[in-house]
């Protein structure tokens, strides 16, 4: 997916995303989206109820770090786990907003050896995590 025109978020640009998320209930449109940790896309959702609003992949890498950020002994299905923009998966995220409510967020495909699955988490503001990759 191409990021033209796409503004690449900071991690204050993703807090304030996320406060304008939490200050509404999710809609109708996309309260089925709205989970704690990664989970697959639903494949009944209609995407074009999102709108791409950033990216979070870093300009001019072409192979981001596969590493991830759990500094708490989370995982990557963790409901809690650090959303670390510096770090896999979120580098490879790009943030969608519902176009009916404010909530947001982050999508990524995952790409496995026979598979293909495009996963979304919604964007918690207390979770965004700013350590820079080690």
Known sequence: MSTTN???LSPSDLIDL?????????CAQCGALVCGG????????ERRRLVRVGTLRPEGVDDPTLREHH?????????DA?????YFPYNRCDV???????RAYLRYTEYGGYYEDER???LDPALVDVTPPT
């Not at 990664?38 to 959702?45: G, N, V």
């Not at 500094?71 to 409901?79: A, L």
């Not at 650090?82 to 510096?86: E, G, M």
């Open 6 to 8: 796409v503004p690449l």
């Open 18 to 26: 996320g406060r304008q998320a939490a200050s509404a209930p999710p």
């Open 38 to 45: 990664w989970e697959s896309m639903p494949s009944s959702f």
């Open 71 to 79: 500094p708490r002994g989370t995982h990557g299905w963790s409901t």
């Open 82 to 86: 650090p959303i670390a923009p510096a």
């Open 96 to 102: 969608w907003q519902c176009k009916a409510c404010p």
């Open 120 to 122: 979304i988490r919604a």
